[in-house]
């Protein structure tokens, strides 16, 4: 039986209360949609949430996250976290039938190819503990056939999972997502590069960028300046260690230049350190 205080309250009780209380404080932070108030985005990202984005709103019904269970680190059915609710809830308040597309292109063989993706911000079913701490839950990401599911944490990253079981660090947090998104769709007009180097090695070859914050973290940095944009990331892949990768592109004659000569330096001390090793 459950226990009970003086009022004759259950432990349940008190505990849905409490947690209608948190949640409710949750939703009045964030009760804004982000279409109707996209507050700390960059001008570049709320451009792109103009200029492509709309609220889906129908949407399937479903039971709040406070009435569901989920299974514990060993396997046990336990009340959903406060954390996992307010976190999950949440997402649903602020980002929920969000739409939007993202355009981005790459050249195979000197021919380029245009690509217009999008993006979904739909609750998945999926909710499960890290395997340190915290806990996270699925939802939809990017409308296209992936070997990946796409994941929030309750400390606000975003992650993805290849299938390993883990949490995947992709970005620091959803605003970040969108920003990064925002870039990716504004370099779309540009020309990607490929080179016969590795491109984290070709990376580092590019001082003096301008770093964009909003958009970086641990797992990602975008860089840029008038001629040339890099973004460096963390491959999506629960193989340790996560290596590095990159993408460039060049936005003028000039930063065609630029890279080219970043490529030759790359080539070259390539060619020495196998010399050498």
């Known amino acids: 039986m459950a226990a009970q205080d003086s009022g004759g309250r259950s432990d349940s009780t ?3 209360k409490g947690l209608r209380s948190h949640t409710l404080t949750w939703k009045k ?5 982000i279409l109707d108030d996209p507050t700390g985005l960059s001008t570049r990202a709320q451009n792109l949430l103009e200029r492509t984005g709309w609220r889906d709103r129908q949407r399937e019904p479903r039971l709040s996250t406070e009435f569901l269970r989920i299974r514990d680190r060993v396997g046990q ?7 996992l609710v307010i976190r999950r809830e949440g997402f649903d308040q602020r980002y929920g039938g969000l739409r939007y597309q993202v355009r981005s292109s790459y050249t195979i063989q000197g021919e380029r190819h245009d690509m217009l993706r999008e993006w979904h ?6 909710m499960a503990t890290g395997s340190t701490h ?34 995947l660090e992709i970005a ?23 080179a016969e180097v590795d491109s984290s090695a070709l990376a580092e070859q590019f ?29 999506w892949s629960s193989e340790t260690p996560r290596r590095w990768c990159a993408s460039i592109w060049s936005r003028s004659r000039t930063g065609r230049c630029q890279i080219e000569e970043a490529v030759a330096r790359a080539a070259a001390m ?8």
């Open 77 to 83: 059915l336990i009340p959903t976290p406060m954390m």
């Open 207 to 235: 001082a003096g960028l301008t770093d964009v914050p909003e958009a970086s973290g641990p797992t990602i940095r975008w860089r840029l300046s008038d001629n040339v944009v890099v973004k460096e990331f963390l491959n």
């Open 121 to 126: 911000y739909d609750l998945g079913q999926r």
């Open 270 to 277: 390539q060619q020495t350190m196998s010399v050498t090793g």
């Open 14 to 16: 008190r505990y849905r």
């Open 134 to 167: 915290g806990w996270y839950f699925e939802w939809f990401g990017e409308r296209v056939s992936s070997p990946v599911c796409y994941l929030v944490h309750t400390d606000g990253r975003v992650g993805v999972d290849d299938g390993g079981g883990t949490f």
């Open 172 to 194: 620091p947090s959803l605003p970040a997502l969108i920003e990064s998104h925002a870039l990716t769709d504004t370099v779309s007009t540009c020309d990607r590069i490929t």
């Open 29 to 33: 932070k964030c009760r804004m949609h």
